[in-house]
């Protein structure tokens, strides 16, 4: 029976129950044949079909990234694509995958950039953390870190103060005192005072 018959547009099902039981039952059998199935059917006509298969293969990464590093590249190719739930799941995808395999990760990143300069807030978020994952493997930190300054550079205000705090474990001496100049450029830009307040704690941690 095709996998397809279990996500929730086949059972007219408007909330995500199917696709995340789906998910669970995938991660618990370690079955890669359903996977492959998912992954072909990105590229469905059909719009619910798309959304449902992404949902469920994010959902599987959160649990098993291993289970579909090897596709990678399938979702760098969504990183492009019109529907805005296949970009930014695609992202959230490779985004949870990136420990697992940053050396291809890495290799899509002008894919990554793209996206999250064109793509909507939360795509955005998921390169960001890409970006704070391969800044924290000293392979790949050196390129990937000036990309990171760039999207902290460039990103809505309300953004600054998650992406600060996320970053700040990962920051090595030598970044700190760039990313700390950054946040105070930055600091103008925010207008809630919870949220400047989170970046001047920030701030204080980096030290001078």
Not at 73 to 90: D, I, Y
Not at 142 to 153: I, R, S, V
Request: hydrophobic share 40%; net charge neutral.
């Amino acid at each position: 029976m095709s996998v397809l018959s279990k996500l929730a547009s086949a059972q007219q099902r408007r909330d995500e129950l199917p696709n995340l039981t789906l998910a669970k039952e995938i991660v618990h059998s370690r079955d890669k044949k359903p996977i492959a199935e998912l992954v072909l059917h990105l590229q469905d006509k059909d719009k619910d079909i798309q959304s449902d298969c992404i949902k469920v293969l994010y959902e599987i990464d959160e649990c098993d990234p291993s289970l579909i590093r090897e596709y990678i590249p399938e979702f760098a190719t969504l990183l492009s694509h019109k529907n805005n739930r296949l970009q930014w799941g695609g992202m959230a995808a490779i985004n949870t995958v990136t420990l697992e395999d940053p050396k291809v990760v890495y290799s899509f990143l002008s894919e990554i950039i793209a996206a999250a300069d064109r793509g909507s807030v939360i795509t955005r978020d998921g390169a960001v953390s890409i970006l704070i994952k391969l800044c924290s493997l000293p392979a790949y930190a050196e390129n990937a870190f000036p990309l990171l300054m760039e999207q902290l550079m460039a990103c809505p205000p309300n953004q600054v103060p998650m992406y600060a705090e996320i970053a700040l474990p990962v920051l090595t001496e030598s970044m700190k005192r760039p990313f700390r100049k950054v946040l105070t450029d930055r600091l103008s830009d925010i207008e809630k005072d919870t949220k400047r307040k989170r970046v001047e704690k920030v701030i204080q941690k980096l030290g001078k």
